[in-house]
């Protein structure tokens, strides 16, 4: 961590100021029980999201690519995690129950019982191949990098290669996601089709620790794991790869004539995006407690790029700001609290409205401030959009536009 | 002597239209070339076939000592084997600083992860404040490009090719936008880099060719219609009739 580091960037020490009060914070008021325990696991979800949001903004804000799949890697990561919580959480039901029975349980006995219990619901009794690494937790941790950053080593290498860009590109990682999802909402998919896993906030062996010390040790680790990301992040753009990135976004053909693999540089950054995007799931969903083939439906990959945008693209606190506020909104109007408004012929509910509002509000921010809610930190640091009379900084689709950019 | 890049029989049509055709060309390794010809010749055309960025229906292109062919490689691998190109619109990362642009342009390793552990050196740090300097932008590294006029964008560019350290460098109407002084400017630095590089320059303003005082191959209608000194072809009668007689 070199000096120059630091000065490039000043936002890091805010932003690692002001997520370590937010979590002490919150930790206090928890221990004070000024806080429910569901309220702490909304809040430890939140920061997942605004770890898959940092993902986003490198590959979209930084790189210009506009993936709309990168939830399927959230979902992925979840599953990954969740085959493990399941797996042993039913192994500790299954040996109890068999030890009541009297007879010693032979191995074969146990994980017969594991998968008539699983899969029961499915019509199934036999461990699919896919579980095979379920009884390990490094196994499956493993999988949680390995199995989305495969899928997306080869759907990048394959989409990239052959030179997809924008809109295409867009397309194509919204068939992925759909694909995905169509295919484990099959019965026979193997991961219990639209039932998906639950009982995930149990975490096996730890049936004496309560869930108000659970959603805790959670939230810790949601936020441990921004700043990480936060931190590695800002040094990888800060220096000549986030140069290089941001070439490639503005004017992609101009940098493989610099002697650059564009190819290689896009498939590096969607492995890697992806990669941390399926570990924020991977520590989201057991604070969510289950997991549903729904979560890979297209629109949330959509969601993720409009919380980007709302918080301003192309700055890494911007996709935090933009994922906190809109899915902490989003829980406080969806969750019946906001109240209704009558209007006479007709009421609000918020409930259904929010999505309205959403809606209104991404358009808004497209036309009249596309910088998002981080402009509002250039406004008050007296950072101005230079005067280019509408062009962007680039030929690229996904260039900095004119009102993005900072003089 | 042996030649460093040679381009032979090189036919492109785009939807029928023969825009390069059976086109011959060679240069050495320290060699400057002047190219004229009247608009939609093929020049830069030609500079995008020898780059990779547009693909021969049939011909060679070859390069370097062992003559390998540059078909069959992608762009960034031919930048890599020692081409450099300057664009004939300013083509400079505009949101990036000064600095930044001349970074990414700079010899170094090209592979992403190369990319990430790389940290600037003392030296390269001298370097891109001599290349500044060269073009007289030493006063505006920490500027965005976006901000430079359309001379220093050129300018900048030069100074990116440079700082590229090809072994043959294609330049595309480097004094459009420059004033008098400028051009003398340029004219000095591409004469100075032949001594030790090829150099193929692309340009309309006789006056700059003139000074450049070096072999000129016009093109025409996609292939070579005159080669030699100046003074040669301009006697000619064929590049009279196209290229002369008009202005
Ligand atoms: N990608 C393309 N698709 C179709 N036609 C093209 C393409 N690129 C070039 N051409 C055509 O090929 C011809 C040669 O173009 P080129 O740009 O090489 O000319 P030039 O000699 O550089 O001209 P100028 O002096 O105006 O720069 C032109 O008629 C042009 O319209
Ligand atoms: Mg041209």
């Given amino acids: 961590m070199t000096r120059s580091f630091l000065i490039r960037t000043p936002s890091l020490l805010i932003f690692i100021a002001c997520l370590a009060l937010f979590t002490i914070g919150v930790t206090l008021a928890a221990h004070y029980g000024l806080m429910s325990t569901s309220f702490v696991k909304t809040l430890g979800k939140t920061l997942c999201l605004c770890l898959a949001a940092l993902a986003m903004d490198l590959i979209w ?25 399941m797996y042993a959480r039913t192994e500790e039901i299954v040996v109890a129950s068999l030890l009541n029975s009297g007879l010693p349980a032979t191995p074969e006995e146990i994980q017969q019982g594991i998968a008539s219990q699983i899969f029961g619901v499915v019509g199934a009794s036999d461990l699919p191949t896919i579980w095979s690494f379920a009884h390990s937790l490094p196994l499956q941790l493993a999988l949680v990098v390995a199995l989305p950053g495969l ?26 996601t759909l694909a995905l999802a169509l295919y484990l909402f099959q019965n026979d998919s193997g991961l219990r089709g639209n039932n998906g896993l639950s009982g995930l906030q149990n975490l096996p062996g730890l049936d004496a620790v309560s869930q108000d010390s659970i959603s805790l040790w959670f939230f810790w680790a949601s936020a441990a794991a921004l700043a990480l990301a936060y931190l590695t992040l800002s040094w990888i753009v800060s220096g000549k790869f986030g140069s290089v990135i941001r070439a490639i976004r503005d004017d992609e053909a101009r940098v493989r004539f610099l002697g650059y693999s564009v190819e290689g540089y896009k498939l590096f950054v969607f492995t890697l995006t992806a990669i941390i995007v399926a570990l924020a799931g991977a520590l989201y969903y057991p604070q969510a407690g289950i997991i549903n083939p729904a979560e890979l ?52 509910n918020w409930v259904d ?19 998002g809610i981080g402009g509002l930190f250039d406004y008050f640091t007296g950072l101005h959009t230079p005067d280019r009379k509408g062009a962007p900084l680039g030929p690229d689709q996904g260039s900095l536009q004119e009102k993005e950019a900072i003089e | 002597m042996s030649q460093l890049l040679e381009v032979s029989g090189v036919t492109v049509s785009f939807d029928g239209f023969r825009a390069i055709n059976n086109l011959t060309f060679s240069i050495g390794p320290a060699e400057l070339r002047a190219i004229i010809g009247p608009n939609g010749a093929g020049k830069s055309t030609f500079m995008d076939i020898v780059t990779g960025k547009t693909k021969p229906d049939s011909g060679t292109v070859t390069f370097g000592e062992k003559s390998a062919s540059l078909l069959k490689l992608s762009e960034a691998k031919i930048a890599r084997a020692g081409v450099g190109r300057k664009f004939q619109r300013p083509t400079v990362f505009e949101d990036q600083t000064v600095t930044e642009n001349l970074t990414l342009a700079l010899k170094a390793a090209r592979s992403p992860w190369r990319v990430l552990g790389w940290r600037s050196k003392p030296a390269d740090h001298s370097r ?18 976006g901000e430079l006029s359309h001379g220093q964008k050129q300018w900048l560019e030069i100074a990116m090719l440079l700082a590229q350290e090809p072994r043959l460098l294609l330049v595309d109407e480097p004094a459009a936008g420059m004033t008098l002084a400028e051009r003398e400017k340029t004219t000095e630095l591409l004469v100075d880099i032949a001594k030790t590089r090829a150099v193929v320059v692309v340009e309309h303003d006789m006056e700059f060719v003139r000074r450049l005082n070096c072999r000129v191959t016009v093109l025409h209608e996609g292939s070579v219609l005159a080669e030699g000194s100046l003074d040669h072809v301009t006697k000619n009668q064929d590049v009279i009739d196209v290229y002369l007689g008009r202005g």
């Fill in chain 1, 61 to 85: 804000g930084y790189a210009g690519i506009l993936s709309l799949g990168h939830m399927a890697f959230f979902a992925l990561g979840g599953y990954m995690i969740g085959m493990w919580l």
């Fill in chain 1, 151 to 176: 899928l997306a080593l080869i759907f990048g290498w394959l989409a990239f290669r052959s030179r997809v860009t924008g809109v295409y590109l867009s397309i194509l990682t919204q068939a992925m």
């Fill in chain 1, 297 to 348: 439906a297209p629109i949330a990959s959509i969601y993720l790029a409009v919380w980007v945008a709302i918080g301003g693209r192309g700055r890494l606190y911007g996709a935090v700001i933009g994922a906190a506020v809109v899915s902490l909104l989003s829980s406080w109007f969806t969750g019946g609290r906001a109240p209704s408004i009558p209007l006479g012929f007709m009421t609000i």
């Fill in chain 1, 353 to 371: 409205w929010w999505q309205v509002l959403l809606g209104a509000a991404f358009v808004c921010v497209t036309l009249f401030a596309p910088k």
């Fill in chain 2, 128 to 145: 891109i404040e001599a290349l500044a300097q060269q073009v007289g932008l030493a006063d505006h590294l920490p500027r965005k490009a």
